[in-house]
């Protein structure tokens, strides 16, 4: 038969049923695998109780950071196998009793390779009304694989508030991305912050977000700008007034000393399924400087600004 005068659709067909699929897909190339790596994962969390006093828990979801390793039963940990049909075959033997295989070492492999991680492509801002407030919960809408920094850089983060509504809007918060490769005791952190304008039924709402990332030590000082009415007066009295800028600072930052972390994650060294109770020392003011001029009432006013930032012993 004459493929070629056939249309592209029918040559697909035909080839998929003289050869089967493999001989249309891309040898070496498992679409089981590749879908189940780096994708959503549920994980509830709870977040208190609703008006009514029932509990409220909310799937926040996860980025499953590997395509192996040890799960729960069900679905979770289908991807360790080359085939839905290897999987299947895996849970019946485990439910007669016969060890299964061990996982090969390229199973284990980051799911996203060396040069990437699995990262949410975006987050969502939902609303929760409890018992003692409403409260906002970030909920993760899909993952993807997200290329590894080279140095510390703020990179795009996209949430949605208000979703599902005539108010939906979509704004770049920011974060801070780097490396695993640096130094001890220093974290990419915000350095610099901005505000994007949210609309809602009842007002508009100020959303804060990252506009620079730096490396920096756990406690660490940001800028924060204060202005001020100031007076002066020159040589022949004539009365001046200006305004006067501060960057008075702020410290940021967590103090928790030593690593929290009871149990990790076998499949996954970096995720905790365990922290220690406590949220550490606080990160406090070390430094300041003073800042004195006259204001508008004709008073001196002293303003202190933080210089630096120290954990609290």
């Known amino acids: 038969m004459n493929t070629l005068a056939l249309p592209s659709c029918l040559c697909f067909i035909l080839c998929v049923l003289q050869h089967g699929f493999g001989a249309v897909l891309p040898k070496h190339r498992n679409l089981f695998t590749e879908r189940a790596c780096c994708r959503r994962q549920s994980h509830f969390v709870y977040v208190g109780q609703d008006i009514s006093g029932s509990p409220v828990n909310v799937d926040v979801g996860t980025c499953r950071a590997h395509c192996g390793g040890t799960y729960d039963a069900g679905l979770l940990g289908y991807s360790r196998h080359s085939s839905m049909l290897d999987f299947l075959r895996s849970k019946k033997m485990r439910a007669r009793g016969v060890a299964s295989?061990?996982?090969?070492?390229a199973a284990l492999a980051p799911s996203c390779g060396v040069t990437s991680t699995c990262q949410p492509t975006g987050l969502r801002v939902s609303r929760v009304m409890l018992l003692d407030g409403l409260r906002e919960v970030?909920?993760?809408?899909d993952c993807h694989c997200e290329a590894r920094m080279s140095q510390c850089l703020r990179?795009?983060?996209l949430k949605t508030y208000h979703p599902d509504t005539p108010y939906e809007t979509v704004v770049d918060a920011g974060k801070c991305a780097a490396p695993k490769t640096e130094k001890a005791g220093f974290s990419c952190v915000p350095t610099k912050f901005d505000a994007a304008l949210v609309e809602t039924p009842n007002k508009v709402e100020l959303v804060q977000t990252v506009e620079a990332c730096n490396m920096e030590e756990s406690c660490y000082r940001v800028p924060y700008v204060e202005y001020y009415y100031e007076v002066t007066y020159s040589t022949d009295g004539v009365r001046k007034e200006m305004v006067k800028e501060i960057d008075v600072g702020r410290c940021l930052g967590s103090c928790t000393p030593g690593n929290r972390c009871l149990l990790r994650n076998s499949?996954?060294?970096?995720g905790c399924l365990l922290w220690a109770e406590g949220s550490g020392n606080t990160c406090i003011p070390q430094g300041y400087e003073s800042h004195t001029f006259l204001n508008q009432h004709g008073q001196i006013r002293t303003v202190l600004a933080i210089t630096s930032c120290v954990c609290q012993p």
């Open 101 to 105: 295989p061990p996982a090969d070492s």
């Open 267 to 270: 499949s996954d060294p970096e």
């Open 138 to 141: 970030e909920v993760i809408e």
């Open 155 to 157: 990179v795009p983060a």
